[in-house]
């Protein structure tokens, strides 16, 4: 599976998926012929529901703002029990986005970066970064109206049919408090370390239930 790339207006988790981490939002021409295997996605989607289209375009500079909101909500659980003033926290989570977002640019230069949309509606992000030995799923995160439809699921076990038949593990950082762990511990994940507030996780093909 690789990713197709679409046009600007094309149709191109709770668990599902609030988001895990582990990027330049602008894909490169070179980039493009990595990314054939977003077909297949959309194939798959077409057949679960005609009634859902699900589909990836290229980011542009003017998704910043769809990006950075994205990214706040992937944070709001942390904020919860906070009193910061509002302005404070938009500041915060601004410059906690652009430097994880420089940050996925210096260490996954080539990887995969899509919006993810449901019909013509941007509803989340989805960054991927395909090695010879590995797959590491950098960023799948969706806006939290679009969570627990079974959307972010059905993306994770689409990457993971492409894995098994590359025979490759799928790797990635989560921050240990996320929803979203126990998605990936019920489909095979293991933690392989921890770090501060995150967790390293891999799933290797040989052990897929």
Same mark, same amino acid.
């Given at each position: ?49 005609? #009634? ?64 993810? #949309? ?92």
């Amino acid at each position: 599976m690789r990713f197709r790339a679409s046009s600007r207006h094309e149709a191109d988790p709770s668990d599902d998926t609030g988001c895990h981490e582990v990027a330049g939002v602008r894909a490169d021409v070179g980039q493009q012929a990595t990314l054939s295997g977003m077909d297949h996605l959309q194939e798959k989607f077409h057949m679960l529901d005609q #009634c859902r289209k699900i589909s990836f375009r290229i980011i542009h500079a003017d998704d910043q703002m769809f990006l950075r909101n994205l990214y706040a909500t992937t944070r709001a659980w942390e904020f919860a029990l906070t009193i910061w003033p509002e302005d404070e926290k938009r500041d915060f989570l601004r410059r906690q986005f652009d430097a994880q977002d420089l940050h996925y640019q210096r260490v996954f230069p080539k990887a995969v970066r899509r919006i993810i #949309c449901l019909d013509d509606i941007d509803i989340g992000r989805l960054y991927v970064d395909r090695r010879d030995d590995e797959m590491h799923i950098i960023e799948l995160s969706l806006l939290p109206a679009f969570q627990g439809r079974g959307i972010g699921t059905d993306i994770l076990r689409s990457l993971l049919n492409e894995a098994h038949g590359g025979k490759v593990p799928v790797r990635l950082k989560v921050e240990r408090q996320n929803p979203a762990v126990r998605l990936y511990q019920r489909h095979g994940f293991s933690t392989i370390s921890a770090s501060g507030h995150h967790l390293s996780m891999e799933w290797h093909p040989d052990r897929r239930g």
